[in-house]
């Protein structure tokens, strides 16, 4: 009932709109029409088995130059899609027959240019979270509030056209949810970072990754290039920290048979073997000034010579950067060029530490016992026990998710019985202090409440505590056992405000 009842008052409100314009639905050009020589209005699919739901957008949008098209199904949205342009989509999650997710990857795999808007309750936000690793644009929850879905709506229009004028490449895969499962997490924190590469990854946009160091910065660089146009070609990696200065224009741009002392042959640099696709430099924050110059020149000219040549190369590279450093900071020291700063920092994905993404932590774990369990003498599976779960919990994780893995890797080495014991964790976790349950919430778990409390509010409507108790439990999972009384208390927290 909630879903028709916002359905309605989204109706209410674009009937409202469409009267102050005198109550007349403008009357659109059809496809094609050169009748009036002006330029075709933006063509938005709706995608959903609910009629009242086309009815709301139509009267929403048409008013605002869209031409809105139907669909109820995923069968009838592939054939809309087949037949004729459509620049954004706007599909429901839960459909009879096709559901969302498997529509959306046919549609993407075949136009990886689409931007796809996917429509939920809020019992189902998990897998809108699965829909932005399969490359949606954006996800709205229902009920829907007007003026931010305008908003949404207009930065996917705009996003279309963009994307118009970027060059196709036919045959460009896209990525599947299992090989995007590298991606692990559904925080807040995360669904912000998946958001993101949703909107980037398509575009031609430089980018830059900031995070501490084992936070997963060349994961996301990853899934970005394959969430692009550029996803069937090259994707090259290189960390310029792990590079001596002597050697590392080399390494990036290729030298001539006798350029210097040892070069006996002629050699493509990381550019020359990312042509094409994307280059990917992690820890651009240790790269010389001398060398920084010459990637400015990259991205300004889109060429380059090889070390003993003075003949100009070009490339078409996209390039995605990433450091743990403070390159504003490092701007304001002459550490780092101010022109190359900004050239690169067009777009600024910042990867959380873990210490502030903990509701992650029990997919993380089960992740990492899936894929190491090899690593256990019989490979049978195995739980955590509470009093590990406390360490973890308890844990700064100064070498974020790479230390986790570890962890998590080294307990299945030593693990004896048919749980993860505190004695099978590295020396650092165990000697953690753990705080009393007297102390009542850490400082992580205050933080993550407070963000689940401020989205539950923002829902709207008599049920936000349903909405902020089903989350709780759907994402904390194993951490809610953990955590009981502190649940309790922050409830009853939660009903005083109310």
């Known amino acids: 009932m909630r879903e028709k009842e916002s359905v309605f008052r989204l ?80 599909m429901d999650i839960r459909m009879a027959g096709q559901n969302g997710l498997e529509t959306l990857r046919e549609i993407r795999r075949r136009d990886p240019s689409s931007v796809v808007i996917m429509m ?23 009920p829907f509030e007007l003026e931010g879905l305008k908003a949404l709506l207009e930065r996917a229009r705009l996003a279309a056209r963009h994307r118009k004028e970027l060059p ?19 925080s807040f924190a995360m669904q912000r970072v998946y958001k993101l590469i949703g909107q980037v990854a398509p575009t031609s946009a430089t980018v830059l990754i900031t995070g501490e160091s084992g936070t997963g910065k060349e994961l996301i660089a990853r899934a970005i290039h394959q969430h692009s146009l ?24 290729g030298h001539e048979r006798g350029a210097f002392t040892g070069a006996m042959t002629q050699r493509i640099g990381k550019f020359e073997e990312a042509d094409g696709g994307t280059l990917f430099l992690d820890e651009i924050g240790d790269m010389p000034l001398t060398t920084q110059t010459k990637i400015l020149r990259v991205l300004q000219e889109g060429e380059f010579s090889r070390v003993g040549s003075n003949v100009p190369i070009r490339v078409d590279v996209r390039l995605i950067a990433a450091t743990n450093k403070d390159l504003a900071r490092a701007v304001q020291k002459r550490e780092f060029r101010e022109d190359l700063y900004y050239r690169l920092n067009v777009v600024r994905i910042h990867v959380p530490p873990l210490r502030e993404r903990l509701p ?40 974020n998710v790479r230390e986790l893995e570890n962890a998590i890797q080294r307990a299945l080495v030593f693990a004896t019985g048919s749980s993860i014991e505190p004695a099978d964790l590295p020396e650092e976790i165990r000697s953690c202090r753990v705080a009393p349950a007297s102390m009542g919430r850490t400082e992580e778990v205050e933080k993550a409440a407070e963000i689940l409390l401020d989205w539950a509010l923002g829902c709207g409507g008599e049920g936000w505590w349903q909405v902020l108790e089903e989350l709780f439990q759907s994402k904390w999972g194993e951490r809610k056992t953990h955590r009981e009384g502190e649940w309790k208390g922050f409830r009853g927290e939660g009903k005083a405000k109310g």
């Open 168 to 186: 196709h490449t036919e045959g460009t895969p896209v990525p599947s949810s299992e090989s995007l499962e590298f991606l692990v997490g559904s």
């Open 360 to 399: 992650d932590l029990p997919e993380l774990v089960q992740h990492f016992l899936r894929k190491h369990r090899k690593s256990r003498p019989g490979g049978g599976s195995l739980r955590v026990s509470e009093e590990a779960w406390q360490l973890l919990y308890s844990y700064s994780w100064p070498g």
């Open 120 to 142: 939920t309750a809020y019992g189902t936000a998990q897998t809108a979270i699965e829909a932005m690793k399969l490359g949606a644009f954006d996800y709205i929850l229902k």
């Open 11 to 90: 109706w209410d409100m674009s009937k409202t709109q469409a009267g102050s314009r005198g109550g007349k639905k403008p009357t659109l050009p059809e496809i094609g029409s050169s009748q009036t020589g002006e330029p075709e209005p933006d063509r938005i699919l709706i995608v959903d088995d609910e009629k009242d739901v086309h009815y709301a957008f139509e009267r929403l949008l048409e008013p605002e130059g869209w031409r809105v098209l139907r669909a109820e199904s995923g069968k009838e949205a592939l054939a809309v899609v087949s037949q004729q342009p459509v620049d954004v989509v706007v």
């Open 230 to 253: 550029r996803a069937g070609k090259p994707f090259v990696a290189m960390n310029c920290a792990a590079i001596p200065d002597n050697l590392l224009e080399s390494e990036l741009f």
